[in-house]
């Protein structure tokens, strides 16, 4: 079965600090990833997605995530937070057609 | 123009009444989906449905009955409510199924408060 961990339920960053949630996967095949960010009182968007091709996959809002098949890792960066990155992140496998999320990590960034 | 919406926002009902949410997509998309998002945020998928056709039918109680009219619509329909039963519900739509790499576009969710 797959599955998605990430790493850290509460990520605390100041602003300006560089931003890293951790995604993990189990997948028996080559999955597609994808992480995506819910701002308090809305349904969810699409940050960035890794299907094919290069594994440095970039986003919207500056963020980034690189597909690591040897460390089955997806993990989430941004250089450089902003107030307006605090939010619930949650990453994603797509094995088939399925949708399997992980619990998500919530971002605080403080001033 | 909103892509993927739902109706009500807000839910709040007593424990046994039968309520449904309504979902619309405009975005001309194959498959569309429910989620269930408890009070932790743990986001689980319900049911998929693609052209119409249910592809995705998860273990939830058959209290639960999803209906796509067309394949611009899926309503939820939620008999005899219990108290477990308050969580965010989402709507989602994809143009094809999952399997094809798509990416999966989200309503504003529908909170359901059963008292």
């Known amino acids: 079965a797959q599955s998605v961990t990430q790493l850290g339920s509460h990520v605390s960053v100041s602003e300006g600090a560089l931003v890293l949630l951790r995604c993990n996967y189990s997948?028996?095949?080559?999955?597609?990833l994808f992480w995506y960010v819910q701002y308090p009182n809305q349904g969810l968007q699409l940050l960035l997605k890794?299907?094919?091709?290069?594994?440095l996959v970039k986003g919207i809002n500056g963020f980034e995530a690189e597909f690591k098949k040897s460390e089955t890792s997806f993990h989430l960066t941004k250089p450089s937070a902003h107030m307006s990155d605090a939010a619930e992140y949650f990453c994603?496998?797509?094995?088939?057609?399925?949708?399997?999320f992980g619990a998500g990590t919530r971002l605080t960034v403080k001033p | 123009d909103t892509a993927v919406s739902q109706t009500p926002k807000y839910l709040v009902t007593q424990m046994g009444n039968d309520k449904s949410i309504k979902c619309e997509q405009n975005?001309?998309?194959?498959?569309m989906y429910w989620y269930k998002q408890d009070s932790k945020k743990f986001l689980k998928i319900m049911f998929s449905?693609?052209?119409?056709?249910?592809?995705i039918n998860e273990t939830v109680p058959n209290r639960f009955s999803p209906k796509s009219p067309d394949k611009a619509h899926l309503n939820l329909h939620i008999n005899s409510l219990e108290l477990g039963d308050s969580a965010v519900y989402f709507c989602?739509?994809?143009?094809?199924?999952?399997?094809?790499?798509?990416?999966?576009?989200f309503g504003p969710g529908t909170r359901l408060t059963v008292l």
């Open positions: 989602a739509s994809s143009q094809e199924v999952l399997s094809t790499g798509n990416e999966q576009f």
């Open positions: 997948s028996s095949v080559p999955p597609y």
């Open positions: 890794y299907t094919t091709g290069a594994t």
């Open positions: 994603a496998v797509s094995p088939h057609n399925d949708m399997r």
């Open positions: 975005l001309g998309h194959d498959t």
């Open positions: 449905y693609n052209n119409k056709e249910l592809i």
